[in-house]
Nanobody, 128 residues
């Protein structure tokens, strides 16, 4: 029922910036987890950032702290990932994730069940 559509990926030089968007539709309820994950070819999926909508907790992976910011535009019902000071190791396909209710592992866990939804992903490529 909940649908997520990512956009904003592309190619950028090291040190540059991108802002990813996740358009959200079909949400029923006022408290839920929104998060960003990424996966490069041959590597495990990695949690990047997460936040509880309706709460105040925010999570960032150590590798992106100080460079990435997760936020939500309530007017447009869109979640963003602002990525600054990009590095080649940030190259990956980035996915938006939703889970209804409180999720203690928001930003790190990625349970896929009736409470969860995934976007299709958007590619980010950072050149050195």
């Amino acid at each position: 029922q909940v649908r997520l559509v990512e956009s904003g990926g592309g190619s950028v030089q090291a040190g540059g910036s991108l802002r990813l968007s996740c358009a959200v539709s079909g949400i029923r309820g006022s408290y839920y987890c929104m998060a960003w994950f990424r996966q490069a070819p041959g590597k495990e999926r990695e949690g990047v950032a997460g936040m509880h909508i309706g709460g105040s907790s925010i999570y960032y992976a150590d590798s992106v702290k100080g460079r990435f910011t997760i936020s939500k535009d309530n007017a447009e019902n869109t979640v963003y990932l602002q990525m600054n000071s990009l590095k080649p190791e940030d190259t990956a396909k980035y996915y938006c994730y939703f889970r209804r209710g409180y999720y203690g592992a928001c930003g790190t866990g990625a349970l896929t069940d009736a409470l969860s939804s995934w976007g299709q992903g958007t590619q980010v490529t950072v050149s050195s």
